[in-house]
């Protein structure tokens, strides 16, 4: 079982930016592929960004490509998604979510994640 949890979450004007951190539980941290999904109100949970367990490969939704920035540091067990230039279409919950072993599924599907924190809201006024 591996814990995640989401935080530094906030309410930010339009234009500004956060940075969301995700720590997570036990030794192995390093050889997981991470990632961060956001769910509004009444829609459907999609990708947001992944980092390949290297840090080598990133991969950014359209929607935040050139905006969002995924990293971590593996020696702490932390995953971070700097945010700027906010939007109000940014508001959601966001999740961070980690992959432990291979998966049919690709790296922007839900499915290919088997753990998942339980989320930090951001807020973003228009």
């Known amino acids: 079982q591996v814990l995640l949890v989401e935080s530094r979450g906030g309410l930010v004007q339009a234009g500004g930016s956060l940075r969301l951190s995700c720590t997570a539980s036990g030794r192995a941290f390093s050889t997981y592929v991470m990632g961060w999904f956001r769910q509004a109100p009444g829609q459907e949970r999609e990708f947001v960004a992944a980092?390949?367990?290297?840090?080598?490969?990133?991969y950014y939704a359209d929607s935040v490509k050139g905006r969002f920035t995924i990293s971590r540091v593996n020696a702490v067990n932390t995953l971070y998604l700097r945010m700027n230039g906010l939007k109000s279409e940014d508001t959601a919950v966001y999740y961070c979510a980690a992959s432990t072993g291979p998966s049919t599924a690709r790296y922007d599907s839900t499915r290919a994640f088997d753990y998942w924190g339980q989320g930090t809201q951001v807020t973003v006024s228009s």
């Open positions: 980092i390949s367990r290297n840090t080598s490969m990133t």
